[in-house]
Nanobody, 127 residues
């Protein structure tokens, strides 16, 4: 059974940091791109960033508004994906989800190319 379990969310002041973790099981983790998405109240779920699977060259890509503040890393041996978020802003408030994909790199930012299995973790940035 495929499972993705997000954790690490919470309440943080603007300018603060959080580290989210996604624990994966039930599939061959290293064969998948692993992405982070978020959904704010009343808005559509959106792409945050992705860790490309090793077999496609690895690397990471980010939504422009988080580039330089967020960092994605993966540990294929431990089957975990992390999202380090620094200099958080109120507009980063959302439920954050991890998801898996085997999409072509040209489609790696597209929501519909991912499979979501987790419940997400709430991140609230507020003073």
């Amino acid at each position: 059974q495929v499972q993705l379990a997000e954790s690490g969310g919470g309440l943080v002041q603007p300018g603060g940091s959080l580290r989210l973790t996604c624990a994966a099981s039930g599939f061959n983790f290293r064969n998948y791109h692993m992405g982070w998405f978020r959904q704010a109240p009343g808005k559509e779920r959106e792409f945050v960033g992705v860790s490309v699977r090793p077999g496609t060259g690895g690397g990471t890509y980010y939504k422009q508004s988080v580039e330089g503040r967020f960092t994605i890393s993966r540990d294929n041996a431990k089957r975990t994906l992390t999202l380090q978020m620094n200099n958080l802003k109120p507009e980063d408030t959302a439920v954050y989800y991890c998801a898996s994909s085997t999409a072509a790199l040209s489609a790696i930012w597209q929501l519909q190319m991912y499979n979501f299995y987790g419940q997400g973790t709430q991140v609230t940035v507020s003073s």
